[in-house]
């Protein structure tokens, strides 16, 4: 039996080993040899923005991401700007149309600033897309090779909900700072004195919602095209407040780093934040991204000295016995989760810290989620009626409760 315990090429350039990736993410040991789709982590975070060049500046001096690699007209694309950031294992890519007729700017017209592609690394494209073809799956670009002075890269495409798709690369033959096209770029800007290299680390997962009954076939697209298993759901009293409601259930891939949960909305009262996102998104697509981090208190006070705002938690939640009793000990009294709005869960392996922005763009779709985990596999459902509510006086002020 063979176990992949092997790093992702990101994972090695941020020094991170499989002990701090078991914590941070929840990455397991399994058996490689009888997945039908075997991906080996997270590549890239793909976003198409309305101003790349705004945004990629914003990430490095706000998220503190560092830029690496660039491509543009200076580099002989024409089409758009686009900035490849890192922070640890994290590589997002920020696109932004330059030439008017960018098919960039159609999407942008359509939904805002958003995810595009959430491009996963995979030792063998052609095998997974051998299966998923079968599995019938929509491929929106065959394998194929690009190749510039840094080597080859194999790559292919397949569509998932929305207008997102998975893009699948083998970057095992490439040395270069990003993909063929692309130069290394480093940043102009300059990190404040004090504030650490990097703060988050990891990619722990990225939610999709999806429309009303459609839920259970991206899951099964996920379990039949990607050989990806279920890993928790969540359905009924748990995640409904008084007003709305909404249905969730998690996929994951075998090594568990790559991690989807799935949202439909699910009938209330009042529209609940799955239909206030699908309206203004215009269609399915991803919702949130949670970053992990090993200092969640430190990241907050970072984040919110820069003028991020999170979601505000009331303090009754902290005051209520029921949590107390239920949380029991973590690594820092209870008060200074409370001055920061922090939310803790727990359950049998283990406790999880965590905490919401609010959107990141003018429209009320995609935010963040910090996480960091003490050996809970979770996602927080002792917290979703708390947050959801709190998301709720988000949407009212916002005229769409
Ligand atoms: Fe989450």
Same mark, same amino acid.
């Given at each position: 039996?063979?176990?992949?315990?092997?790093?992702?090429?990101?994972?090695?350039?941020?020094?991170l080993?499989?002990?701090?990736?078991?914590?941070?993410?929840?990455?397991?040991?399994y058996d490689?040899?009888g997945?039908?789709?075997p991906?080996?982590?997270?590549d890239?975070?793909?976003?198409?923005?309305?101003?790349?060049?705004?945004? #990629? @500046?914003?990430?490095?001096?706000?998220?503190?991401?560092?830029?690496?690699?660039?491509s543009?007209?200076?580099?002989?694309n024409?089409?758009?700007?686009?900035?490849?950031?890192?922070?640890? #294992?994290?590589?997002?890519?920020?696109?932004?149309?330059?030439?008017?007729?960018?098919?960039?700017?159609?999407?942008?017209?359509r939904h805002?600033?958003?995810?595009?592609?959430?491009?996963?690394?995979?030792?063998d494209?052609?095998?997974? &897309?051998?299966?998923?073809?079968?599995?019938?799956?929509? &491929?929106l670009?065959?394998?194929?090779?690009?190749?510039?002075?840094?080597?080859?890269?194999?790559?292919?495409?397949?569509?998932?909900?929305?207008?997102t798709?998975h893009?699948?690369?083998?970057?095992?033959?490439y040395?270069?700072?990003?993909?063929?096209?692309?130069?290394?770029r480093?940043?102009?800007?300059?990190?404040?004195e004090?504030?650490?290299?990097?703060?988050?680390? #990891?990619?722990?997962?990225?939610?999709?919602?999806?429309?009303?009954?459609?839920?259970?076939?991206?899951?099964?697209?996920?379990?039949?095209?990607?050989?990806?298993?279920?890993?928790?759901?969540?359905?009924?009293?748990?995640?409904?407040?008084?007003?709305?409601?909404?249905?969730? $259930?998690v996929?994951?891939? =075998?090594?568990?780093?790559? $991690?989807?949960p799935?949202?439909?909305?699910?009938?209330? $009262?009042? $529209?609940?934040?799955?239909?206030?996102y699908?309206?203004?998104?215009?269609?399915?697509?991803?919702?949130?991204?949670?970053?992990?981090t090993?200092?969640?208190?430190?990241?907050?006070?970072?984040?919110?000295?820069? =003028?991020?705002?999170?979601?505000?938690?009331?303090?009754?939640?902290?005051e209520?016995?029921e949590?107390? #009793?239920r949380?029991?000990?973590v690594?820092?009294? &209870?008060e200074?989760?409370?001055?920061?709005g922090?939310?803790?869960?727990?359950?049998?392996?283990?406790?999880?810290?965590?905490i919401?922005t609010?959107?990141?763009?003018?429209?009320p779709?995609?935010?963040?989620?910090?996480i960091?985990r003490?050996?809970? @596999?979770?996602?927080?459902?002792?917290?979703?009626?708390?947050?959801?509510?709190?998301?709720?006086?988000?949407?009212a002020?916002?005229?769409n409760?």
């Amino acid at each position: 039996m063979t176990i992949d315990q092997t790093l992702t090429s990101q994972e090695r350039l941020a020094d991170l080993d499989l002990d701090q990736l078991k914590e941070l993410v929840g990455l397991v040991e399994y058996d490689a040899a009888g997945d039908p789709f075997p991906v080996s982590g997270w590549d890239a975070v793909v976003w198409s923005v309305g101003n790349a060049t705004q945004t #990629a @500046l914003f990430f490095q001096a706000v998220f503190g991401m560092e830029l690496v690699a660039y491509s543009g007209p200076e580099t002989g694309n024409r089409d758009h700007h686009a900035y490849v950031l890192r922070s640890g #294992a994290v590589r997002f890519v920020f696109k932004g149309g330059v030439d008017p007729r960018s098919s960039l700017l159609d999407h942008h017209r359509r939904h805002g600033d958003g995810v595009v592609d959430v491009a996963l690394e995979v030792p063998d494209v052609d095998a997974c &897309i051998k299966h998923a073809e079968a599995q019938g799956a929509r &491929i929106l670009e065959a394998p194929h090779d690009v190749s510039d002075e840094h080597g080859t890269v194999r790559t292919a495409a397949i569509a998932t909900y929305g207008e997102t798709r998975h893009t699948l690369v083998d970057r095992s033959k490439y040395t270069g700072p990003y993909l063929p096209g692309y130069v290394a770029r480093t940043s102009g800007h300059t990190r404040p004195e004090g504030e650490p290299k990097r703060i988050f680390q #990891a990619l722990d997962h990225v939610v999709g919602n999806v429309e009303l009954g459609a839920m259970d076939q991206w899951v099964d697209f996920y379990n039949r095209i990607m050989g990806f298993t279920n890993m928790a759901e969540f359905v009924g009293e748990d995640i409904a407040t008084e007003y709305s409601a909404l249905m969730s $259930k998690v996929v994951a891939s =075998g090594n568990r780093r790559v $991690k989807f949960p799935l949202n439909e909305p699910a009938l209330g $009262k009042k $529209k609940s934040q799955i239909d206030e996102y699908l309206e203004f998104y215009e269609s399915p697509g991803v919702q949130h991204l949670a970053l992990a981090t090993n200092d969640i208190l430190r990241t907050v006070d970072i984040l919110r000295a820069k =003028g991020i705002q999170f979601l505000p938690t009331p303090d009754s939640y902290y005051e209520d016995p029921e949590l107390r #009793a239920r949380i029991g000990e973590v690594r820092v009294p &209870i008060e200074e989760l409370q001055a920061r709005g922090i939310l803790v869960d727990r359950d049998e392996d283990g406790y999880l810290l965590q905490i919401f922005t609010k959107p990141l763009g003018d429209r009320p779709t995609v935010f963040f989620e910090f996480i960091e985990r003490h050996g809970s @596999l979770g996602f927080g459902i002792g917290n979703f009626k708390a947050l959801f509510e709190a998301i709720e006086r988000e949407q009212a002020k916002r005229g769409n409760f």
